[in-house]
């Protein structure tokens, strides 16, 4: 797992994101990937279609190929960081996020509005 994207963000795998610009401005969806340098994956978000043969492949990261069908497929692509915002659960709107330290030392992200504690996501492995 690399642990720098070329950039610095708050936002994780796993949250929940507003799209702010570009086609698919004022949409949702949770965040799949993040993708060097300073781009994001989310799910059903800048979608492209891709004309693919059947075939088979080896996916990055699993030891298992998998069978592509082939056909039109529709596939998340990335696009810039900066295009999205996390969304606040309670303010149900894209905020700004505020990063603290905890007395324990662990780094916190709250809401730049309504300061409410981002649940920790745990992301399966
Ligand atoms: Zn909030």
């Known amino acids: 797992m690399r642990s720098t ?3 610095t963000t708050a936002i994780r795998v796993g949250d929940t994101v507003s799209v702010l ?3 698919d401005a004022g ?7 993040l ?21 088979q492949k080896m996916n990055a ?18 696009f810039d960081l900066a295009k999205v ?4 659960p309670k303010c149900d709107r894209p905020v700004r996020i505020k990063s603290t330290r905890a007395a324990d030392g662990e ?3 709250l809401c730049g509005r309504c300061s409410t504690e981002f649940p ?4 399966a492995k």
């Not at 993708?35 to 075939?55: D, M, S, Y």
């Not at 920790?120 to 992301?123: E, G, T």
């Open 5 to 7: 994207y070329g950039t």
């Open 21 to 23: 610009s570009g086609k």
């Open 27 to 33: 949409k949702r969806g949770t965040v799949e990937r």
């Open 35 to 55: 993708v060097a340098p300073g781009k994001v994956v989310v799910t059903g978000i800048n979608i492209a279609k891709k004309h693919q043969k059947p075939r």
């Open 61 to 78: 990261g699993s030891q298992t190929p998998t069978v592509d069908k082939g056909g039109i497929l529709e596939i998340a692509t990335p």
């Open 85 to 88: 915002a996390v969304v606040c």
């Open 107 to 109: 780094k916190r992200r």
């Open 120 to 123: 920790r996501k745990v992301v």
